[in-house]
């Protein structure tokens, strides 16, 4: 059975990479300060796109969107407007990149 951790609005259990990577691209949409456990869901994307033999530039974008995430918080933190404009500026890039893929069928 799997284990549901709930991160806000992500919930991971049954989704797939993908499916999780979308959620994570959602919630960033509907916030502008990350939530918690949001990284970690992408963690758990990058590991379920892995686990299933995804594309590799699939799971480089999903990395730099997880790298971002990060640089994202680090900047709220530091209170650092032009890192964090810059990071809002590069997450929009991943999020058009990502939502340009195609989705392999199974």
């Given at each position: 059975m799997p284990i549901l951790v709930n991160t806000g609005s992500v919930m991971t259990g049954n989704d797939d990479g993908y499916g999780l990577v979308y959620r994570v691209i959602d919630d960033l949409?509907?916030?502008?300060?990350p939530k918690p456990g949001l990284r970690g869901a992408m963690f758990n994307a990058i590991d379920r796109l892995r686990a299933v033999s995804a594309p590799v530039d699939h799971v480089a974008i999903a990395e730099?969107?997880?790298?971002?995430?990060?640089?994202?918080e680090w900047s709220l933190q530091r209170r650092d407007d032009a890192r964090h404009g810059a990071a809002t500026q590069a997450l929009g890039a991943l999020r058009e990149?990502?939502?340009s893929l195609?989705?392999?069928r199974n």
């Open positions: 949409n509907a916030s502008a300060v730099r969107i997880s790298a971002t995430i990060h640089v994202l990149a990502w939502l195609p989705v392999p």
